[in-house]
């Protein structure tokens, strides 16, 4: 059964850092792309950033740019999210999808993508 599993949030004060993991069960990520959404308190699910499948290909909102990091370990078939200076409208429930699609591409549209994780909760406050 195919499962995605996030773990890795919490609460941080601005200007910290947290690293998000996304570890994938029943299936192979080197075959997906990979995206990371979050939904923030009253607001609709955006994407953050996405990683394709050939790991040639990374995107970021623009938000996040310089700030956030996303990769990839093969071996232990989880994705990361590194997240630096965070503020508070980083807040939100962080959740990783997976997408079937060429593997070049990945893309921030949550339509985009078949499979998606329960989400782990991102609090930036002092």
């Known amino acids: 059964q195919l499962q995605l599993v996030e773990s890795g949030g919490g609460l941080v004060q601005p200007g910290g850092s947290l690293r998000l993991s996304c570890a994938a069960s029943?299936?192979?990520?080197?075959?997906?792309?990979i995206g990371w959404f979050r939904q923030a308190p009253g607001k609709g699910r955006e994407g953050v950033s996405c990683l394709s499948s050939s790991g040639g290909t990374t995107k970021y909102e623009d938000s996040v740019k310089g700030r956030f990091t996303i990769s990839r370990d093969n071996a232990k078939n989880t994705v990361y999210l590194q997240m630096n200076s965070l503020n508070p409208e980083d807040t939100g429930i962080y959740s990783c999808?997976?997408?079937?699609?060429?593997?070049?591409?990945?893309?921030?549209?949550?339509?985009?993508?078949?499979?998606w994780g329960q989400g782990t909760r991102v609090t930036v406050s002092s």
């Open positions: 999808a997976v997408d079937p699609g060429l593997e070049s591409h990945c893309g921030l549209k949550t339509y985009e993508y078949d499979y």
């Open positions: 029943g299936f192979t990520l080197d075959f997906y792309a």
